[in-house]
């Protein structure tokens, strides 16, 4: 009785395995009829009711086709999962391609690389400076003494640690250890490119700076300033005013108009702020420039003389102008961005318009 089930199982096992398509119907076939609740496995328990003879003629039947199906069933699954591979070589040329998602220069980035471009085609050479700066170079050296009110113009980050330095005085250059600064404003680069270059040049100082002051949507502790650096024999406010024009003129693709108004800086003499024309009006007034028809752009002024001196050059022998400006103000004149923070928010929603 039980031999016949077992036989009987055995040829339904091998009808159903021609029959299976797929490696699933296959794994379908093992639990139906090997799985612990099989047919099959419920025999293998009715063998201890029947006598000692039996079960073991049985017992061995059973295994033999036990084998036997897992065997055929192993084969089955073989054959169809390697066609299975068949399948997947073929490849649908007609499927439309995965995007490929691919990062871009941080808009800051990419603004600063825009005005270098500028600048370098009008023969200016880009120059660097150090962000952790000492004392001399971010404040003494750019006219600005240890008690002069100026200083408390900038909002300054002082470290703990001090350097060693060789500060030049009078023509001689004395070691001294001198306080340190996260730099204020990128006039550093002004004393540290003179301290190496003789007249004429003109640079132009891109970077990093840091104010000590409470962030809000037009400020923040650590943000982007432009230096320029014009120094030669006859340089005057007109030759500013000019260079000043073609840049803006350039940057925002139309004509731009450059003004400028009295101001003070300690290592300008004279010094002004100035502003351009409207990027949106045009100087007719409108609400981005509050009806002005101007926009705030930055200082500028000739270069005091005392800034010279602390350079190494001698005084009165060049004439030259500076300014300098914040690049995020730019960029968001440029793009029409109403808060600096997005800048350095880390929001892929904002980076990944420009
Ligand atoms: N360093 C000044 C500031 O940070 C800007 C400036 C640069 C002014 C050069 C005049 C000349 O505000």
């Known amino acids: 009785m039980l031999k016949e089930k077992i036989i009987k199982i055995k040829e339904d096992a091998q009808a159903a395995a021609e029959n299976a398509k797929t490696v699933e ?21 009715q063998l201890k009711d029947v006598s000692v003879q039996e079960k073991k003629e049985v017992g061995q039947l059973a295994n033999s086709v036990k084998v036997e199906i897992q065997n055929l069933l192993d084969q089955k699954k073989k054959n169809l999962s390697s066609t299975f591979d068949a399948q997947v070589e073929k490849i649908d040329v007609t499927i439309p391609a995965l995007k490929m998602r691919r990062g871009h220069l941080h808009p800051l980035t990419q603004i600063q690389n825009e005005i270098e471009d500028i600048f ?30 100026a200083r408390d113009m900038q909002d300054t980050f002082w470290l703990k640690a001090q350097r060693n330095t060789d500060k030049r005085q009078n023509d001689t250059y004395e ?32 970077g990093r700076i840091y104010r000590n002051e409470a962030g809000d ?31 803006f003129s350039k940057f925002f693709k139309k004509e731009i108009q450059i003004r400028i108004r009295p101001s003070f800086f300690p290592f300008t003499e004279p010094s002004f702020e100035f502003d351009i024309s409207c990027t949106v009006c045009g100087g007719k007034g409108c609400s981005a420039c509050k009806q002005a028809g101007w926009l705030e752009i930055g ?7 005392n800034v010279f001196v602390a350079s190494g050059y001698p005084r009165g022998k060049y004439q030259g102008f500076a300014w300098g400006f914040g690049l995020e103000r730019l960029a968001m004149m440029k793009y029409k961005i109403s808060d600096i923070r997005l800048f350095h928010s880390g929001d892929l929603r904002f980076i990944k318009q420009f």
């Open 299 to 305: 200082g500028a002024g000739m270069v005091n003389q």
């Open 120 to 149: 370098t085609s009008m023969g200016f050479e880009i120059a660097d400076g150090p962000e952790v700066e000492d004392e001399f170079h971010n404040f003494d050296a750019l006219n600005m003494p240890k008690d002069h009110p």
């Open 217 to 247: 949507s037009t400020h923040e502790h650590t943000f982007h300033q432009f230096e320029a650096l014009v120094v030669g024999d006859e340089i005057n406010v007109g030759n500013f005013k000019f260079i000043a024009q073609e840049f």
């Open 25 to 45: 119907d296959v794994l379908q076939l093992e639990i139906q009829f090997l799985g612990r609740k099989s047919e099959f496995v419920g025999i293998l328990r």
């Open 175 to 206: 070691n001294i250890n001198e306080r340190m600064v996260l730099r204020t404003h990128t006039s550093n680069v002004q004393i540290r490119y003179m301290e190496k270059h003789q007249p004429p040049f003109r640079i132009i100082a891109p």
